[in-house]
C-alpha cells in the first residue's frame, strides 16, 4: 500500500508529518511573492522540506492510515514500515522514489537524501483557490494639471416661458414705436394725444407681461438640458455567500466522514461539488453576512478547527 497519499492529506493540516524509520515532511508558511521581472504574483503557500534526522513515531501517520483503512493501529505501523523499506531499497538502485503531490525524494553522490519540493500543490488551506496570476505591464500616463475631463458641470434648471407665435404685445409694441416717431417729429396735436396713449399703453404692457410671467411660474414650467440617467437598484435577498470551510479532501469518501461528524456536533455542514483541483470541500455553514460569518471562524478557530478558512462566493 502506497502512503504518499495519506502524507498528503496530513501535510494540509499540521507542520510535521514523521514517516517512522525514514524522516519527516516540515512545512513553513510563505508570504505571497511577487516577481518584478516577470509581473508575476504567487499566493501564500507552506513550503515543504524534508529531514531525514527525525525518524521516531508520532502515531499521525499511522493513526491517520488506521482511521482511513478502518484497519488497526498495529496494521497501520506494519504497512509504513514495509512501505519504508521499499524506499529504501528504490534509493538505492534507482536513486530517486517519487511521491505523489509531496516530491521527490533523491540520493545524491554522497549518499545523503535530497528532496524536491512539487511546486504544484499549496498545502496553505487559506490559498485556496488561489493561482498564480501574471500582470501585463503598467503604462503610466502624466497627469493634466487642470481636471476639466474629470469635472462635469452640473445640470442647471432653467425656467422657460412658453411665447404664443401671435404675440399681443407686438401691437403695443409698435404703437411705442410709432408714438415716439411723432414726438420726434414735434408735432403738437401729436404729442398731447401719443404721450397720453404711451402712458396708458405702457402701463397695459407691464400689467400683461407680469401676469403672464407670475402664471408661468406657478404652473411650473421647468426643463432640464441635461437630465441625469435613472439609477435603478436592484436588492438581493436570500443568498449566504460566505462559506466557513473545514477542509478540502482528494477522496470523497474522506470529505463524507468529515461531514457526519461535523453533523453530529451540531454544525449546519454542507458538501459542495468538486473544484477546479479535484478536491471535495466540506462547509462548516454558510452565512448571509461577512460579519456573522468572520465571528463565527473565529469561534470555530479557537473550539475546533484552527485551519477554518473563510470563502467568498462571487456575487
Not at 92 to 113: C, P, Y
Amino acid at each position: 500500500m502506497k502512503i504518499d497519499q495519506y502524507i498528503s492529506q496530513l501535510l494540509y493540516r499540521y507542520q510535521c508529518v514523521t514517516v517512522p524509520g525514514f524522516g519527516a515532511f516540515l512545512t513553513e508558511i510563505q508570504s505571497a511573492q511577487l516577481q518584478e521581472s516577470s509581473h508575476s504574483f504567487y499566493p501564500p503557500k507552506k513550503l515543504v522540506s524534508f529531514n531525514a534526522y527525525l525518524k521516531n513515531n508520532d502515531g499521525l501517520l499511522a493513526n491517520h492510515i488506521a482511521v482511513s483503512e478502518k484497519i488497526t493501529y498495529e496494521v497501520a505501523v506494519s504497512i509504513i514500515e514495509h512501505e519504508v523499506s521499499v524506499w529504501k531499497k528504490t534509493l538505492q538502485e534507482l536513486g530517486t522514489v517519487a511521491l505523489k503531490n509531496v516530491g521527490e525524494l533523491v540520493l545524491n553522490s554522497e549518499k545523503s537524501i535530497v528532496f524536491v519540493p512539487n511546486d504544484q500543490t499549496n498545502y496553505l488551506t487559506s490559498s485556496f483557490g488561489l493561482s498564480t496570476y501574471v500582470s501585463p505591464a503598467i503604462k503610466r500616463a502624466i497627469l493634466l494639471q487642470e481636471e476639466e475631463a474629470t469635472q462635469e458641470e452640473e445640470a442647471i434648471v432653467v425656467p422657460v416661458v412658453e411665447m404664443k407665435k401671435s404675440n399681443p404685445f407686438l401691437k403695443y409694441a409698435a404703437l411705442f414705436v410709432m408714438g415716439a416717431g411723432l414726438l420726434g417729429a414735434g408735432g403738437y396735436y401729436g404729442n398731447v394725444y401719443y404721450q397720453t396713449q404711451i402712458q396708458e399703453q405702457t402701463l397695459a404692457v407691464q400689467t400683461k407681461v407680469q401676469k403672464e410671467v407670475n402664471h408661468k411660474i406657478q404652473e411650473a414650467t421647468f426643463f432640464i438640458t441635461n437630465p441625469l440617467p435613472t439609477v435603478t437598484l436592484t436588492v438581493k435577498g436570500g443568498k449566504m455567500p460566505y462559506h466557513i470551510v473545514a477542509g478540502a479532501f482528494r477522496q470523497e469518501e474522506n470529505a463524507d466522514k468529515v461531514y457526519e461528524e461535523l453533523i453530529k456536533l451540531g454544525y449546519h455542514a454542507k458538501r459542495i461539488a468538486k473544484n477546479n483541483h479535484d478536491l471535495y470541500p466540506v462547509l462548516y455553514g454558510s452565512f448571509t453576512s461577512y460579519a456573522e460569518a468572520q465571528k463565527e471562524m473565529e469561534r470555530i478557530k479557537k473550539s475546533h478547527n484552527p485551519e477554518a478558512w473563510l470563502l467568498i462566493e462571487e456575487l
